[in-house]
């Protein structure tokens, strides 16, 4: 065995004594040295006769070194140094294998540091799962149709599509969890994307749990309902034996109940007056718009004198479908006779209806501007016009190839004159008609036909209803009807309907069907808004119900109700109330000045709701009325008993 002495030659790093002579040549740290064999190893027994600690190095079970004998104080030291060592050892060996760990963005860890105190132990743990896939790609369409001009046969547009199905799971020491989930194809919307927070106390902890994100508020007792689809924060306190359990969110849900009886089931529902069914319903004309109130006065009769006999409906062609396409040319002033919106076209006061020349866009159009039909010039044949204000997308627009829908994909009132789309129109398309009537005997049209001989691919020449840019200052704004509102069911039944009107009252802090003061104190609000005139003869003697009169007050096909005024709860009540400082109370002529995303927050003044049941006959299976139903968000009762799902 070698070791280095004093008498030798000075080492960098010393190479310690395998059979050390004294205490200091065993304590001697060990910078760098090779690991001593397996059956070589170094042993302290203590002396009971001395009092004393015998050092001893053996190879196998032969001693190879002369006994070294230390006091108790020396071999204190001794251990403390080696404890030390061994501690900082082992310490440098797990953050040398923590360096080692490659980063990955899928499985995350930190330490804490002091935060530990707070958060407990096991530092930030951060875990990804899922997939992400993006595809994009350019696609070229070419139509072979000699009916469509050279540029719309060749289309090329860009296309774009993205999956993601992206979970995360974190936790922050022993008390935090963290999970995030985002899922683009998931069937229903309350699986696309979840968050949720959540803080675990101690057990001598005041708070027992704090839950932000996704939270429900289940209740054990049938007299007060839970709540699920919440988004907000929910803790759960405890002080001694009192438990507390508190919810501050925001529902995205809305609550249904349905009970069957006999074999009939009954469907409650209440809608909030700015729920109305946006973009599905227009009129053809301001003309309509303007008399529809007088002309639904004096139900079950219609007193308009008029029958539409013939219309073409034209849309927006994102289908890319070239049967029934045609480039169309729409504007809002065209055969309007008194609310015209630019005052560079006349109106013709021998013209009172709705008609072509009922102002002079039409004739106008024939006779400068008929080089708009080629559509590839519309735009700069009709820039000229931008001196008198026309801007396209509110006054005009221009659509090429737009579409044609079949009479199954909309509903016309043939004497109130407005249509019903099957499919709500989205924000940026087009919907322009042509349409032709009868009124006292003399025949009316508005718009070209696409039989009228205009053969394509020239323009037809049309009235525009919803352009790309509908907004309150549009002239095409007031032809969207505000008073029509879905209950979301088909084939409604007239009997057993119920419809109430209510107000929320916050002197007396509940909803009331009635009004409290002005000259409509005590009215219940069905007959204020005209729809309590008849009995169920539909004679003029109202019994306190809904007059249900199919295709005027009422769509049972698609599940409606339809108000008998355009504006209800706005210019019409002021109207009824007689009295404007008292109608600021009550009025919410926003709901026809806005859009519905300012309206939504206007909470002090949207106060009405329309609620009622409907009873309709069931086979087996039950229909809910609702779709994104949340998981464990439905309770079924017979005989008061709660029944258990799947069981």
């Known amino acids: 065995m070698f070791s280095q002495t004093n008498q030798q030659t000075s080492l960098h790093y010393p190479i310690p004594a395998s059979q050390p002579q004294n205490l200091q040549e065993a304590s001697q740290p060990v910078m760098a040295d090779l690991k001593s064999p397996e059956n070589v190893r170094t042993l302290i027994e203590y002396d009971v006769e001395s009092g004393d600690y015998v050092m001893s190095t053996y190879v196998g079970e032969t001693r190879i070194s002369t006994p070294l004998s230390i006091s ?126 959540r803080y675990a106390g101690k057990e001598d902890e005041i708070i027992k749990s704090l839950e932000a994100g996704n939270v429900s508020m289940p209740v054990k007792n049938t007299l007060i309902s839970g709540g699920t689809s919440l988004f907000g924060a929910k803790t759960e306190l405890q002080f001694g034996k009192l438990n507390v359990a508190a919810v501050i969110s925001q529902q995205n849900a809305q609550t249904t109940s349905a009970s069957m009886e006999g074999g009939t089931q009954t469907t409650r ?23 529809y109130d007088q002309w639904m006065s004096k139900l079950p009769y219609i007193s308009s004198g008029i029958v539409i006999n013939k219309i073409e409906v034209w849309v927006t062609n994102k289908r890319a479908r070239m049967d ?39 004739a106008e159009m024939l006779a400068q501007y008929a080089a708009a039909r080629q559509i590839g010039e519309a735009t700069a044949v009709l820039s000229p016009l931008e001196d008198y204000g026309m801007q396209i997308g509110e006054d005009y627009e221009r659509l090429e190839s737009a579409r044609l829908l079949l009479p199954s994909e909309y509903s016309l009132n043939k004497s109130l004159g407005y ?46 209803l919803k352009g790309t840019n509908l907004e309150p200052a549009s002239p095409t704004w007031d032809l969207m009807m505000k008073n029509v509102y879905a209950l979301g069911t088909y084939n409604m039944p007239k009997e057993d309907f119920r419809l109430n009107i209510t107000y929320q009252n916050d002197t007396v802090g509940t909803t009331l069907n009635y009004l409290t003061e002005s000259r409509l104190k005590n009215q219940i609000l069905l007959r204020v808004f005209r729809l309590d005139r008849l009995n169920s003869q539909n004679e003029a003697y109202p019994d306190g119900l809904f007059d249900y009169v199919e295709g005027y007050t009422a769509q049972s096909s698609h599940g409606r109700i339809i108000f008998p005024v355009v504006e209800p709860f706005g210019s019409y009540l002021r109207t009824q109330m007689a009295d404007d400082a008292l109608a600021e109370r009550y ?49 079924v009762t017979a005989g008061g008993r709660l029944l258990t799902e799947n069981v």
Not at 324 to 329: C, E, F, K, T, V
Not at 338 to 356: E, F, G, L, T, V
Not at 444 to 457: L, M
């Open 587 to 635: 009025v919410f002529q926003e709901l026809y000045d806005s859009t519905l995303t300012v309206v939504k927050q206007l909470t002090d003044k949207n106060k009405f709701r329309l609620d009622g049941e409907y009873r309709a006959d069931i086979a087996a299976e039950i229909s809910l009325g609702a779709m994104n139903v949340a998981r464990g968000s439905v309770g």
């Open 419 to 464: 249509i019903s789309l099957n499919q709500a129109l989205n924000p940026d398309e087009v919907l322009a008609v042509a349409f032709e009537y009868t009124k006292n005997g003399k025949v009316y049209q508005v718009g070209e036909f696409s039989t009228d001989g205009v053969e394509s691919p020239q323009a037809l020449f049309v009235k525009l």
């Open 269 to 291: 529902f209440e809608i909030s007056v700015d729920a109305y069914d946006e973009n599905r319903h227009f009129f053809l004309s301001q003309y309509f718009r303007d008399n």
């Open 324 to 362: 029934n396409a045609r480039h169309i040319i729409a504007f809002a002033d065209m055969a309007e006779p008194q609310r015209i919106a630019n005052n560079h076209w006349k109106a013709d006061a021998s013209q009172p209806y709705p008609s072509n020349q009922a102002n002079s866009l039409y």
């Open 72 to 197: 108790q104080k020396e071999y204190a030291d001794y251990w403390l140094q080696q404890s030390n060592a061994q501690f900082f050892k082992k310490k440098n060996q797990i953050d040398y294998s923590k360096k080692k760990d490659e980063f990955s963005l899928t499985d995350m860890q930190f330490d804490l540091g002091a935060a530990e105190k707070i958060f407990g132990p096991g530092g930030v743990q951060l875990r990804t799962q899922g997939a992400v896939e993006i595809s994009f790609g350019v696609k070229n369409n070419i139509v072979e149709n000699p009916a469509l001009s050279e540029r719309a046969r060749n289309r090329t547009y860009f296309d774009f599509d993205q999956s993601i199905q992206l979970s995360v799971n974190g936790k922050v020491g022993d008390k935090i969890n963290v999970n995030m989930n985002y899922d683009t194809e998931a069937s229903f919307d309350y699986d696309a994307k979840a968050i949720k927070l």
